[in-house]
């Protein structure tokens, strides 16, 4: 096989986006190796990387280069693929009776594009009906933060977020929407810096039409100060 059909074969792989589950796809052996154990291979990786597209270690910017990627992608930017990590999600009973809709919008969202290992860059916008219990609301920016903190695709993280919650409340009437930049796409490939994407999940009274409008109204609800 020539170059350029190697090269076509190649890209034709690279552009298989097909979804499996809403569940990362992990291996069983994922946590076998402790943490550290797993820096010291990626660095050795990322090296090796940097090595073939010629670039010189040597230099005082670069050397430290490997040792900075293989941390930052087990303890930061994928941290949350490991279930220690998985916050603590407190629940307290619902004694003032609050049984409207409670809505924790815009929370900032980092996570990473797992088929080009480029940043997504956006907000995520919460709801839910208390069913007699309530959560904290820092928890439900944990929850989005953990769930991003792994390379994801943007319908199963809006998918993990609400699964998540309905667990942690006992209740289906949870939902989310969240609008995002894929750097995959703003700074490579069609290179749209302008292009967005919003994705939803709803569950319980959230399928009703009149619910998820009143949900879709408060995000729209102008909160700067």
Known sequence: MDLEKQLKAIEELGNDHVGTSSDTPLRNDAFDKSDIEKIALIKEDVKSILITLGLDLNDDSLKGTPTRVAKMFVNEIFGGLHPDR?????????????????????????STCEHHLLPIVGRAHIAYISNGTVVGLSKMNRIVDYYAKRPQVQERLTIQIVKELQEVLNTEDVACVIDAKHLCVNSRGIRDIDSSTVTSEFGGKFKNVETRREFLDYIKLDTEF
């Open 86 to 110: 998985k916050p603590k999600a407190s629940t307290f009973d619902n004694k003032y009776k609050y049984n409207e809709m409670l809505v924790e919008k815009n929370i900032t969202l980092y």
